[in-house]
């Protein structure tokens, strides 16, 4: 038997591919094969994704996390993943201590928003019980008034 490069040529003068070159670019896997052809009969879309996925040779089991994290790297507008989108740091302490300072006070202000908020919604249902007793006190008067003549 005669080998070259990616194919291979037996006794008999037969030319056949090798199975390894002919798959060795991703992983084909029976769960990643299975998770493809599920994705393109329930979306075809997904079954690209997944296809996709089986060529950088992954496993489909790591396909989820891998969405979640671009996901909410997306969501908190850094297009890059890392560990900890929420506090992208800089080398600098003072920039990082001026960054914190600022988004303690923003929190603050949302906290004083809620509460004003709320206060007004307070107010707004004691004026309205207010206004609701003045009306009857007038409905009770006048019916009073009628009752005596």
């Known amino acids: 038997m005669t080998s070259t490069g990616n194919s291979t040529i037996n006794n008999s003068g037969e030319y056949r591919r090798s199975r390894k070159s002919s798959c060795n670019k991703g992983n084909w896997s029976a769960i990643n094969i299975v998770a493809m052809v599920i994705g393109f009969v329930i979306f075809w879309p997904l079954g690209l994704l997944i296809l996709y996925w089986n060529i950088k040779g992954r496993e489909v089991k790591d396909l989820p996390r891998a969405v979640q994290q671009k996901w909410s790297a997306m969501v908190n507008g850094s297009w890059s993943p890392s560990k900890n989108s929420d506090h992208i740091s ?60």
Not at 96 to 111: G, H, L, S
């Open 90 to 149: 800089g080398e600098n302490t003072v920039f990082d201590e001026y960054q914190q300072t600022q988004y303690d006070r923003i929190v603050e202000i949302k906290d004083e928003i809620k509460n004003r908020a709320r206060s007004f919604k307070d107010f707004r249902s004691d004026s309205k019980r207010r206004e609701d007793e003045a009306e009857f006190k007038d409905f009770m008067s006048s019916d009073r008034s009628k009752d005596e003549k």
